[in-house]
Every structure is written in structure tokens, then in C-alpha cells.
């Protein structure tokens, strides 16, 4: 129990201590990533579609998935840990 004290108080210090100067809000969307493997980074919009996978590459890895109404696409975040897209 103390060893899951420590480490979730070191998870929070060490995400909530940012560099200062930056912003917690996403990056707008740019294009849709290029078909095949793209690894995700953090805070950065993906457009993903129907049969696109999110692979996470770290145990630690969150994303969040924004679903668009009436779109056939979605948009995925990469909040936490480290991910690979894989565009179909």
C-alpha cells in the first residue's frame, strides 16, 4: 500500500509539473495521419476512422477518444504514456 502511495505521488508530481509556459489544451487537428504505423504523441489530435487501431506501447498509456455525430470519424488524444496508430 505505501509503494502505491509513492507512486501515484510521483506520477503526480512528475505530470503536474509542467514546463510552465505551455497550454494543457490540445493541438488543432492537422491532416489525417499517413496510412500504416504513426506513433502518437501527447496532446496532439488524430483523426481516426472505422478499423483504425490504437496500440498502447507503454502500461501507463491513456487515450481519449472524442466521437464525432453524424461523422464517420473520431478524434483520439493521447493523454498519458506513449501509443501507436495504426491507420486502415
Same mark, same amino acid.
Given at each position: 500500500?505505501? *509503494?502505491? +502511495?509513492?507512486?501515484? $505521488? ?8 509542467? @514546463? ?22 501527447? *496532446?496532439? +489530435?488524430?483523426?481516426? $476512422? ?8 507503454? @502500461? ?7 466521437h ?16 501507436? +496508430?495504426?491507420?486502415?
Amino acid at each position: 500500500m505505501k *509503494n502505491i +502511495l509513492i507512486l501515484s $505521488s510521483m506520477l503526480m508530481f512528475m505530470f503536474g509539473c509542467g @514546463s510552465g509556459g505551455g497550454s494543457s489544451t490540445p493541438d488543432t487537428p492537422g491532416d489525417i495521419p499517413e496510412k500504416g504505423e504513426n506513433d502518437m504523441e501527447i *496532446n496532439k +489530435l488524430y483523426v481516426v $476512422s472505422s478499423g483504425d487501431q490504437i496500440i498502447k506501447t507503454s @502500461s501507463v498509456a491513456k487515450v481519449k477518444i472524442i466521437h464525432n455525430d453524424g461523422s464517420s470519424q473520431s478524434t483520439a488524444i493521447l493523454l498519458v504514456g506513449s501509443a501507436t +496508430l495504426i491507420n486502415n
